[in-house]
């Protein structure tokens, strides 16, 4: 069967000696590469060669063959066109794309052009992970972006854009990036197709991106983003004159925007989506959180790539898909603007003092579809009368939270939905409820989808087709009476319409006479059965078939009317569906508020960081399902301290088992919450916006990419470090524990010193090294934390809770024990402990602290303070001739030196 590898389609040899069926199909596929080709033939796409090789092992079907070609089997697969949109959410998920062939010509128009000639057929769509839009493909709760990357070279540095678009509900997003914080970029949007030029996919600078990405990044050709055309391709899809009514647009985001669109329009083919205009980003309006910060905090996905145990899944109590996905977006781009911050709390503490209003509206908002992407169906050609039903009914509750939110007090954010909700088309609900029946099919060419009283003339032709099927069996009881035969029965197929049948042994008074052979026409003998016609019988075929016909006719042309005024409406019907969205966010936050007694945080242009009470969200709801007690809560501080100007940083310490992780995610996760408008875990907390989050917690190896756990830890340790400012909010864990011990003290040393000098940022550090518990000695805003314990009778007894001080030692060895290593090894490490601790006493680790002063840290003040110009030791050492000095002036050279050196610390 692997006979067909050796065949190369493409050739002119191959076409020449294929059927004509195989012809048109490789010549079909040779347009599509990339894609498997869905060859649609009567009731089945069918698969050849390769495509059905794949298709077979990604779907688990037969894989059989249809006759040679060159000499070889022809390995073919295939999938109904009833069941396709299974078939596709499973190659889809695998990353797979899928070209859509379907037949473009009635087979009658085929056949007059000869016996052999094959129906013309030609691909209608490419299915591909970013584009999709039918319901059974997509999650309700996710969006599913396309997104194009583009660079453009120039200036000194290359300008990196990047533009998604969600055809399901039409979004269109553009921003600018750079090659540092591109990934973080991506995955923030979490994009399921990323296009990019195929002349950068294998950029060495950006290879490391795309390695991380994946199958979802697919290279393309590079004309679609060409700059240069850019703006005319943008212009021509919205069918405007200029885009200056768009806003200001760089080089890279145009090219960026218009290969997205170029995209969806090789993609989608005749269609169009209807995308609202593009809308410009600022990355610094959104709170940074590099990659391996948001995989270790599990924001929307676990580790493990689970949705349960997130923070995403704590905290939905949405009942709407737009407000879903509206919830994960705030979610993953907190911002960074504290009045749009407030804006959004507002909103949440108005439906918190009103109970009753948030529970009536909750009721409302459950019975709102998602009329974005059935908006989306209808103006692709994809939609069915369920799907003017959505919109019908999204209008119909819309109009009903407009009426319970009126005359109420209102957030500014609640009151721009509100206006939102009123303007959307007021006649167009009643017109589709005057028109669409209870009762809908799913494909509109089953037709009964209109209501009766909707169109007079489809009344009266379905009177006729009624009263006709009465006829019929009229005929039936007739028939039988005028032959004597009982069983006689009038039937219908498609092959030969309506006709009498009976058995075999009754049909002879239906043939005996001449006068019977007049008046029952024979049409097929069968085995045990005999069928007839007569000419009253084909008469009322006829009209019956003319007025099923007709009606379908009647009903689809009102269909495409009632399509063409809900897609006049699109923009209306997006903003409203934005605005249910907004107040289904607000009103779930307002519950989990009320549940489980969060407060509002105070979010400001400051540095504090100042939490009282705090709690991590998802560990305090699994102990409550649990039934294992209360969470234990703390407080946390890391605000400048009196007179100065940058946040804190803690040195946590504490054994293993103690808490100290969780304390340390709970800090970042309500730093997020508080700056995506949410109301936050802890009994209170004052929050000075952080610009960048960073999270290093727990350990991983990346063996794919030849890096062991110790090199994972360095590589994001110097991103940090790297890359924080005196606004970050930085979560450090156990640095340098995966090396030596010497080796791992000292980084973690400088590692501390240079978050206090260098990035000046509020931070937590937790560490097993009680060494560093020195430093609070000598930096100023450095303080020791510690995660309490109680021994009893050899035991310890964790209280998860943090206070001043220092640990004195890390209870490895009872946590050793608790986990059940063998007693023999428990006692072993006791005598070792004992021993390593008695010559540690006779070289204390203290003396580390005047061995390595504060002068000399990673980082000095100066040089991270943005120091202007050469330093006085550096005038002085460029403004020496050494070629003219002599000994004894070099000398004196190297004391003044050393003096100058003395006197600037």
Not at 69 to 80: K, L, N, S, W
Not at 107 to 115: L, N
Not at 137 to 150: F, G, R, V, W
Not at 353 to 371: C, F, H, I, N, Y
Request: aromatic share 6%.
């Amino acid at each position: 069967m692997d006979s067909y590898l050796t065949v190369d389609l493409s050739s002119e040899e191959s076409r020449a000696s294929a059927t004509p069926m195989m012809e048109q199909y490789i010549e079909i596929k040779a347009n599509n590469p990339g894609s498997l080709l869905f060859y649609r033939m009567g009731d089945f796409y069918e698969l050849f060669f390769e495509d059905a090789a794949e298709a077979s092992r990604a779907l688990g079907i037969t894989l059989t063959k249809r006759g040679q070609h060159m000499g070889h089997d022809i390995p073919m697969c295939g999938v109904p066109v009833h069941a396709a949109d299974d078939y596709l959410q499973k190659l889809i998920a695998l990353g797979f794309r899928v070209a859509v062939c379907e037949q473009v010509e009635d087979p009658a128009e085929a056949r007059k052009r000869g016996a052999k000639s094959v129906v013309r057929r030609d691909v209608v769509r490419l299915v591909t992970p970013g584009t999709i839009t039918e319901e059974k493909l997509l999650s309700p709760a996710e969006s599913n972006y396309l997104m194009a990357l583009a660079r453009i070279r120039g200036g000194a540095e290359p300008a990196h854009a990047l533009a998604w678009i969600d055809i399901s509900t039409g979004v269109f997003r553009l921003a600018e990036t750079d090659a540092s914080r591109l990934l973080a970029d991506i995955l923030r949007i979490e994009p399921r197709e990323l296009i990019v030029p195929d002349t950068i996919f294998h950029d060495a600078e950006l290879k490391p991106v795309f390695d991380v990405l994946g199958r979802v990044a697919v290279p393309q050709p590079a004309v679609l983003f060409d700059s240069a055309s850019a703006e005319g391709r943008i212009v021509r899809y919205f069918g405007v004159a200029t885009l200056d009514g768009f806003g200001d647009f760089s080089r890279a985001e145009l090219a960026a925007a218009a290969a997205a669109i170029a995209y969806v329009e090789k993609t989608q083919i005749a269609e169009r989506p209807p995308l609202g205009r593009p809308e410009r980003e600022s990355g610094a309006s959104t709170l940074f959180i590099d990659p391996a910060t948001r995989a270790n905090l599990e924001l929307v996905r676990t580790l493990a790539g689970d949705r349960n145990g997130t923070l995403l899944k704590a905290i939905d109590r949405t009942v709407t898909g737009g407000g879903a996905r509206l919830l994960a977006e705030r979610l993953m781009s907190p911002l960074t603007d504290p009045v749009r911050v407030n804006e959004r709390l507002d909103s949440i503490e108005v439906l918190l003092d009103e109970a009753s209003l948030r529970s009536e509206l909750r009721e409302a908002l459950k019975q709102v579809p998602d009329m974005p992407r059935a908006l989306s169906r209808l103006a692709l050609d994809r939609g069915g009368p369920r799907d003017l039903s959505a919109i019908r009914q999204g209008l119909a509750a819309a109009s009903a939270i407009a009426r319970q939110l009126a005359g109420t007090r209102l957030s500014e954010e609640l009151q721009a939905a509100l206006a939102g909700l009123e303007a959307l088309p007021a006649g167009l609900e009643a017109m589709l409820s005057g028109m669409l029946a209870d009762e809908l099919p799913l494909l509109k060419r089953d037709g009964g989808f209109l209501r009766g009283g909707a169109d007079g003339e489809l009344d009266e032709v379905r009177a006729l087709r009624d009263q006709s099927r009465r006829v019929i069996a009229g005929l039936q009881l007739q028939y039988a009476d005028e032959t004597a035969i009982k069983s006689l029965k009038i039937k219908h197929n498609n092959v030969l319409g309506y006709f009498i049948e009976v058995t075999a042994g009754n049909a002879g008074s239906m043939t005996d006479t001449a006068e019977a052979k007049a008046r029952f026409i024979h049409r097929q003998t069968m085995a045990n059965a005999m069928r007839f016609t007569t000419t009253e019988l084909a008469d009322l075929e006829s009209r019956i078939a003319n007025a099923a016909d007709r009606a379908l006719s009647i009903e689809l042309a009102a269909f495409e009317r009632m399509v063409g005024s809900v897609v006049a409406e699109a923009e209306a019907i997006k903003a409203g569906a934005r605005a249910l969205a907004v107040i289904d966010v607000a009103a779930a936050l307002a519950l989990l508020a009320d549940e489980q007694a969060y407060c509002r945080p105070l979010v400001d242009d400051g540095k504090m960081f100042a939490i009282t009470g705090g709690r991590h969200p998802v560990v305090e709801q699994a102990l409550r399902r649990q039934a294992g007690g209360p969470f234990v809560a703390n407080d946390c501080d890391l605000s400048p301290v009196a007179g100065g100007r940058d946040g804190a940083i803690w040195l946590l310490t504490g054994p293993n088992m103690g808490g100290k992780s969780t304390f340390l995610r709970q800090n970042a996760l309500i730093a997020i919450l508080a700056q995506m408008g949410s109301f936050v875990p802890a009994a209170s907390a004052h929050i000075g916006v952080v610009d960048r989050l960073f999270s290093r917690v727990g350990a991983s190896d990346d063996l794919a990419r030849g890096r062991s756990t110790f090199m994972v830890e360095m590589v994001e340790t110097a991103a940090i470090l790297n890359q924080a400012t005196d606004r970050s909010l930085v979560i450090l864990d156990e640095i340098g524990r995966g090396t030596a011990t010497f080796d791992g003290l000292s980084i973690a040393w400088a590692a501390v010193e240079h978050l206090h000098e260098g990035n000046r940022c509020r931070g937590l550090f937790a560490t097993h090294f009680h060494e560093l518990t020195v430093l609070s000695e000598k930096l100023g805003r450095l303080s020791n934390a510690t995660m309490r314990v109680k021994e009893w009778d050899g035991d310890v007894i964790f209280l998860h809770e943090v206070g001043p001080g220092a640990a004195d030692r890390s209870y490895g060895i009872q946590v050793a024990r608790l986990a059940g290593l063998p007693a023999s090894v428990v006692a072993r490490a006791r005598e070792v402990l004992t021993r390593l601790e008695d010559a540690d006493r006779k070289n204390p680790a203290s003396q580390l602290i005047d061995d390595l002063p504060l002068f000399q840290v990673a980082v000095r003040r100066e040089e991270t303070s943005g120091r202007r110009g050469p330093s006085k030791v550096e005038e002085a050492l460029k403004a020496l001739d050494l070629d003219d000095l002599t000994p004894r002036a070099a000398l004196d050279a190297l004391y003044e030196l050393k003096k100058t050196l003395k006197q600037n610390g």
